[in-house]
Each structure stands twice: as structure tokens, then as C-alpha cells.
Nanobody, 114 residues
Framework: QVRLVESGGNLVQAGGSLRLSCAAS????????MGWYRQAPGKQRELVAR???????NYGASVKGRFTISRDSASNTVYLQMNSLKPEDTAIYYC????????WGQGTQVTVSS
């Protein structure tokens, strides 16, 4: 089992920045890659960014150039640096880890005001 705990969500003005954190614990040796997804009201959950154990990354089209995913292997933590935030970035952001299973955090709310 893998446990994921997110933090860092907040209310921010458009153009501002936030950094989300996701701390993994448990059977972390099982993890192949970790990432962030988001879900806005009335919309499907979508990929924001993902990073493999080898450090390769990929991003959703709407966040490319504004968001950066990174990881600290020593602390088993994945970060999402979000810059130039827009009101349409408002959503619940979920941390995800994929290994022998598919694991999700509880989500953290990001609200961007115009």
C-alpha cells in the first residue's frame, strides 16, 4: 500500500503562484511514476503533470510552460510549482502514484480569483 498526503492548496489571485506537495509513504518501492491530476466542478479529472522514477516528465497541454513537476527522492515527495495561475486552474488537485496499484491522495483545493 502507498499513502499520499497533499498540501499547499490555497486561494490565490490570477497571475500568482503556488507550490503543491505530495508526500508518499508505505510501499514506495512499488511506485513507477507519480503525478498530479485536477478536477474542476462539472468536469472530468485531467492530467496536470507526471514524473517517472527516472525523472522524465510530461504535462497537460493547458499547463505547459507554467507548471513544473519535480521530486525529492530522499523525502519521497513530489512537488508541483504553479506559476502564472489563471482562474481556469481552479480545481481540486489530486496526487497520484502508479506502481503495482493506482493510489490517490485526498486532494487539495486550489482557487484562483480573477
Amino acid at each position: 500500500q502507498v499513502r499520499l498526503v497533499e498540501s499547499g492548496g490555497n486561494l490565490v489571485q490570477a497571475g500568482g503562484s503556488l507550490r503543491l506537495s505530495c508526500a508518499a509513504s508505505g510501499s514506495i518501492f512499488m511506485i513507477h511514476f507519480m503525478g498530479w491530476y485536477r478536477q474542476a466542478p462539472g468536469k472530468q479529472r485531467e492530467l496536470v503533470a507526471r514524473i517517472t522514477t527516472g525523472g522524465s516528465t510530461n504535462y497537460g497541454a493547458s499547463v505547459k510552460g507554467r507548471f513544473t513537476i519535480s521530486r525529492d527522492s530522499a523525502s519521497n515527495t513530489v512537488y508541483l510549482q504553479m506559476n502564472s495561475l489563471k482562474p481556469e486552474d481552479t480545481a481540486i488537485y489530486y496526487c497520484n502514484a502508479v506502481g503495482y496499484g493506482d493510489y490517490w491522495g485526498q486532494g487539495t483545493q486550489v482557487t484562483v480569483s480573477s
